[in-house]
């Protein structure tokens, strides 16, 4: 096992609805510990890819992104969620339904912080049915700048976001992926 595979079993807990709560180092409190352990895994697994950008999207990914940005020493950019990006020329738009709020969202960055010479590493805490991670890759294309590669905290391998994104050919490095969880037993087990 490896550290956020213990992490999860020593801190997490399963919610019913297919839900892992990690907030007390992930999605509330951070473990900067954890974070920096995170960020040096995705570095390592990366190590042969030239990157000029980072993009996550809030809230949660954000810290696995400034710890990551300041290992490339490069920009992290976070896509924002909002209602207000409707019918704009200087931002790039995209939707992503929340898996965990249960809603759509608009999800946009400003123009100007990417641009078509951008090498992009998308970024994120949690992969589920990859809803966040296509609207970011959306983002990306409408800049016309290149994804370069996706890494992820916790992938739940139970849901299709990781088989799609390999399908679709992108390099996608998740450091725990959930095989199955279930809330009533409380257990946890991961791919391997
Ligand atoms: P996706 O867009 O891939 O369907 O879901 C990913 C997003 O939903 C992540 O950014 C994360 O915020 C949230 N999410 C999905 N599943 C879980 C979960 O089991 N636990 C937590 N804490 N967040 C999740």
């Known amino acids: 096992m490896n550290f956020l595979e213990e992490k999860i079993l020593s801190a997490g807990y399963v919610k019913q609805g297919n839900i892992l709560k990690i907030d007390n180092f992930l999605n509330h409190q951070i473990d900067v510990n954890i974070m920096r352990q995170i960020a040096h895994e995705l570095k390592r697994r990366f190590c042969d890819v030239e990157i000029s950008k980072i993009l996550t999207i809030e809230a949660s990914g954000i810290a696995i992104a400034t710890m990551l940005g300041n290992l490339y020493d490069v920009p992290v950019?976070?896509?924002?969620?909002?209602?207000?990006?409707?019918?704009?020329?200087d931002k790039y738009v995209?939707?992503?339904y929340s898996f965990t709020h249960?809603?759509?969202?608009?999800?946009?960055?400003?123009?100007?912080?990417?641009?078509?010479?951008?090498r992009v590493l998308i970024v994120d805490d949690f992969l589920a049915d990859g809803q966040a991670a296509h609207s970011l890759i959306d983002?990306?294309?409408q800049a016309g700048a290149a994804v370069v590669g996706i890494g992820?905290?916790?992938e739940k391998g139970q849901q299709n976001g990781g088989r799609l994104l390999r399908e679709e050919g992108y390099r996608l490095e998740s450091i725990a992926i959930i095989e199955e969880m279930d809330w009533?037993?409380?257990t946890i087990r991961f791919r391997r």
């Open 77 to 89: 950019v976070f896509a924002k969620k909002g209602e207000t990006a409707n019918c704009t020329d």
């Open 94 to 96: 995209s939707q992503a």
């Open 102 to 118: 249960k809603c759509m969202n608009n999800v946009f960055v400003s123009k100007p912080y990417l641009s078509a010479s951008d």
């Open 139 to 141: 983002i990306v294309r």
């Open 152 to 154: 992820i905290a916790v």
């Open 184 to 186: 009533e037993t409380q």
